[in-house]
């Protein structure tokens, strides 16, 4: 078919569409393999001597980071883990999906 720069009028359904493609539309799938860092946490305990004259018995702090980032990810521009919906129609599509959150924390643990 030749270009002539006018308008398509030419209606076709997505299955007409998609069935004229060769084979499983391979320029539309990609690779997601990935290596994440999921979660670190970091803990410091405080020294025992810092509470012979009060209640606790031992304390620590920690800072908590997650999904912080990837290691390795052969798909560029896509999160593999964020997907359009939850149900099976629209999973594994990317449009213009949200990326996913890193959340950092801090814990204070102490036992008495």
Do not use: C, Q
């Amino acid at each position: 078919m030749k270009h002539t720069g006018s308008a398509n009028t030419v209606s076709t359904t997505s299955e007409a569409w998609w069935a004229k493609l060769e084979g499983i539309p391979g320029a539309y799938i990609m690779d997601l393999t990935n290596v994440r860092l999921r979660e670190l946490s970091l803990d410091y305990r405080l020294p025992n001597s810092w509470f012979d004259n009060i209640f606790f018995n031992s304390a620590s702090v920690s800072i908590i980071g997650r999904n912080l980032g990837f290691l390795s990810k052969k798909a560029i521009g896509a999160d593999p883990e964020s997907t359009l919906a939850i149900s099976s129609v629209g999973s594994g599509l990317f449009y213009y999906n949200m990326p996913t959150t890193r959340r950092l924390g801090f814990s204070v643990n102490v036992s008495f």
